[in-house]
């Protein structure tokens, strides 16, 4: 199994047990998703929108590449790949979801 680094933002870092880098397994974004929720349950929520699509204010990087500009969640990893999810920064007063605030 591919097993990969997450970088972890700030406004997550408390579900994911304070940590701010965590391996998980996964072959691509979607089960890394999949895998995070389900070792910090609640991640996934802030991530992705009730129709399972990640959220318009959260980008996903692999290896420094936006995941827009690849196959979404169907980017494939290999093993080593580094995942960082970033919240988008903007002014206003942001969202809350699930107790996070999100700025837009």
Known sequence: MISVKVRIPTPLRPLAAGQSVVEIAGKDIG?????????????KTRICDEENQIRRFVNIYV????IRFKQGQATA???GDEVSI???I???DGEEIG???WRR
Do not use: F, S, W
Request: no cysteine; glycine share 14%; aromatic share 4%.
């Open 99 to 101: 107790g996070v605030k």
């Open 63 to 66: 290896n420094e590449e936006d």
């Open 31 to 43: 089960e890394v998703i999949d895998r995070l929720d389900k070792q910090y349950p609640g991640i």
């Open 86 to 88: 970033i919240p988008a």
């Open 77 to 79: 990893l290999n093993e």
């Open 90 to 92: 903007a002014g206003g």
